[in-house]
Nanobody, 126 residues
Framework: QVQLVESGGGLVQPGGSLRLSCAVS???????IGWFRQAPGKEREGVSC????????YYADSAKGRFTVSRDNAKNTVYLQMNSLTPEDTALYYC????????????????????WGQGTQVTVSS
């Protein structure tokens, strides 16, 4: 069974950085991973994704120039490096993979994500 476990969230001051991790287990084929976030009172939105076959990366406009997604296939882990954080980045961050389930649209990414981890909280505040 596929499992996704996020970690690395926390409280950070504006302008600070965090690196989120998504540990993946149970896959027997290349898989894409997407990072999403949901702020209180808002819909879940896509942030970034990385393809499983060629490692291509994609970003929402809100993430371009500040966030970097990467993967370490030897560790079965995908990372989201977040720099220059602002209070508007405060949200519950999820990773998801391209299996059937509850889909959230992410137009900037060519994959469709329906299988979710439990999320990790990121709070940006002084």
């Amino acid at each position: 069974q596929v499992q996704l476990v996020e970690s690395g969230g926390g409280l950070v001051q504006p302008g600070g950085s965090l690196r989120l991790s998504c540990a993946v287990s149970g896959f027997s084929r290349p898989y894409a991973i997407g990072w999403f976030r949901q702020a209180p009172g808002k819909e879940r939105e896509g942030v970034s994704c990385i393809s499983g076959t060629d490692g291509r990366t994609y970003y929402a406009d809100s993430a371009k120039g500040r966030f970097t997604v990467s993967r370490d296939n030897a560790k079965n882990t995908v990372y989201l490096q977040m720099n220059s954080l602002t209070p508007e980045d405060t949200a519950l961050y999820y990773c998801a993979t391209d299996l059937p389930g509850e889909y959230t649209p992410f137009p900037a990414c060519p994959h469709h994500f329906g299988y979710w981890g439990q999320g990790t909280q990121v709070t940006v505040s002084s």
